[in-house]
């Protein structure tokens, strides 16, 4: 299984980002999906995931603004982020919980995606 991530880059505060992340390899299902984010000297925290019901949970500081979204025919998960501040400026990780077609469970991430939010 990989998840290959895309969008991201410099934006200026306020302003607003698009990042997507899309899975391939032996898939049978995935579970939760999920945008993750690790700022320098930080701890990598959850930013937002849903479940494979649709159900979302949002860390605190970006609920309003960031707002998560699966495609499970495309196998893609996106965060659409808006209002962008200085303490989002980080690297964001896409993860997904998967099921292989050999019914495995695999703890999927992608490569990140450097989010620099900054005038």
């Known amino acids: 299984v990989q998840l290959q991530a895309s969008g991201g880059g410099l934006v200026q505060p306020g302003g607003s980002t698009r990042l997507s992340c899309a899975a391939s390899?032996?898939?049978?299902?995935?579970?939760?999906m999920g945008w993750f984010r690790q700022a320098p000297g930080k701890q990598r925290e959850l930013a937002a995931a849903?479940?494979?019901?649709?159900?979302?949970n949002y860390e605190e500081s970006v609920k309003g603004r960031f707002t998560i979204s699966r495609d499970d025919v495309k196998k893609t998960v996106s965060l659409q982020m808006n209002s962008l501040k200085a303490e989002d400026t980080a690297v964001y990780y896409c993860?997904?919980?998967?099921?292989?077609?050999?019914?495995?469970?695999?703890?999927?991430w992608g490569q990140g995606t450097q989010v620099t939010v900054s005038s």
């Open positions: 390899g032996s898939i049978f299902q995935i579970n939760t």
């Open positions: 993860n997904m919980l998967v099921i292989t077609t050999t019914f495995r469970g695999r703890d999927s």
């Open positions: 849903i479940s494979s019901g649709g159900d979302t």
